[in-house]
């Protein structure tokens, strides 16, 4: 039976039920999208070092961000039926601490939202032009609404 895919890595450590939290973030986010398995996603829960560093080498960024999304378009070598290969979606779990805290909401909604938008972009939305960042803005909110997140989305000075 296909079925998505979805590996969470941490460097930084969130507590088990945090984890299998992400992983039905990205399930349901592909669902919303009408993304038919099998697909293979791989989340990674890091430090700023790395955020900034990738955010350096592949967007000329010298700072660190909260997340970053690689679309792959491959299939997984020996994997079965050799799965679509989405990507990856790399964030920073000291800046979503710090940006649940001053949001005044809890780290598992913020991690919600970071993998929502982090898939988001891995399915091809974007949030450059005002009617893309509408299209976008509105998905993540249906799909947070789906998750019962106590958020539906970044403030809306946010710059993710």
Aim: glycine share 6%.
């Amino acid at each position: 039976m296909a079925a998505y895919r979805i590996h969470v890595q941490q460097k930084e450590k969130v507590v088990h039920s945090i984890a299998a939290a992400l992983r039905t973030a990205v399930t349901v986010t592909l669902r919303h999208e009408k993304m038919k398995p099998p697909v293979e996603v791989t989340l990674l829960l890091t430090d700023d070092d790395q955020l900034q560093a990738l955010n350096k080498e592949y967007r000329g960024l010298n700072q660190p961000t909260d997340v970053l999304s690689f679309e792959s378009g491959e299939t997984m070598p020996g994997m079965q039926d050799d799965e679509p290969y989405l990507g990856d979606i790399v964030i920073s779990l000291p800046m979503a601490k710090r940006q649940a805290k001053q949001g005044g909401h809890s780290l598992k909604a913020e991690l919600q939202l970071l993998t929502v938008h982090g898939t988001l972009h891995l399915l091809g939305f974007d949030h450059e032009e005002p009617e893309e960042k509408d299209r976008m803005w509105w998905a993540q909110a249906s799909i947070l609404a789906q998750l019962g997140a106590e958020i539906s989305g970044p403030p809306e000075d946010a710059e993710v």
